[in-house]
Nanobody, 126 residues
Framework: QVQLVESGGGLVQAGASLRLSCAAS????????MGWFRQAPGNKREFVAA????????SYADSVKGRFTISRDNAKNTVYLQMNSLKPEDTAVYYC???????????????????WGQGTQVTVSS
């Protein structure tokens, strides 16, 4: 089992920045991929960003390209999501996901991920 704990969510105004963190523990492997998804009320969960183990492959949803940056610190088993220029439409619960397979390029589909965090709320007011 792999446990994922997200942090860093909160309430901000439009245009502000937030950085989400996701710490992985337990049966983490030497090769994996990690990602972020989000779910707004009444909507399906959607892909946000993903990163391969070495960080050479990153992928982003079109809606966040140029504003969000995913990164990771393998020594800390932690992945980050830097979110800049936040918009009200970014309001959602953000979930961290862990894949035991180091897919390349970094995977965008939920089915490629094996473990999920509980989520952290991000609310952007206009």
């Amino acid at each position: 089992q792999v446990q994922l704990v997200e942090s860093g969510g909160g309430l901000v105004q439009a245009g502000a920045s937030l950085r989400l963190s996701c710490a992985a523990s337990g049966r983490t492997g030497s090769r994996d991929a990690m990602g972020w998804f989000r779910q707004a009320p009444g909507n399906k969960r959607e892909f946000v960003a993903a990163i391969s183990w070495g960080g050479r492959s990153t992928s982003y949803a079109d809606s966040v390209k140029g504003r969000f940056t995913i990164s990771r610190d393998n020594a800390k088993n932690t992945v980050y999501l830097q979110m800049n220029s936040l918009k009200p439409e970014d309001t959602a619960v953000y979930y961290c996901a862990y894949s035991e397979t180091n897919y390349y390029p970094a995977p965008q589909t939920e089915s490629r991920y094996d473990f999920w965090g509980q989520g952290t709320q991000v609310t952007v007011s206009s």
